[in-house]
């Protein structure tokens, strides 16, 4: 994952190669579970007794930023909250193409110091298992 990573390819060819938000959103949670530990919390569908493997929400910080995708039904909303000395000083809505280039440049700048954020972040785009 060089300099010459192409965020908009990336975006595009995740988006394509998941059938529908559900599942987009899943595979993310999937390789990103190990990588981000306790800076990804994940809601599953389903009631205290029973969780499903549905996600309804997640939220992932990655620097002074918060990652977030509220999925209803087959809608998505996200937000991209931007910290300062551990205060939110804003939140943006934006569109899931926008939410999906910008968690992507952050896990690059991540991926710049971790082997294990690196492997996670070229299974996302080029499919595969995290190792």
Known sequence: MGDSFDLDLAASTIQSNSGDVHML???LVQQLTDVLGDRMRVE????????????????????????????????VQCTIGHSSGGIRIRSNKVDMDEWLKRLLAALQIEAAH????????????????AQ
């Open 25 to 27: 959103v899943k595979l």
């Open 44 to 75: 599953r569908a389903g009631g205290r007794l029973k969780k499903s493997d549905q996600i309804k929400a997640v939220e992932i910080d990655l620097g002074d930023d918060v990652f977030a995708a509220q999925i209803s039904g087959s809608n």
């Open 114 to 129: 971790s082997d294990v954020a690196r492997r996670a972040l070229e299974n996302i785009v080029i499919g595969g298992e």
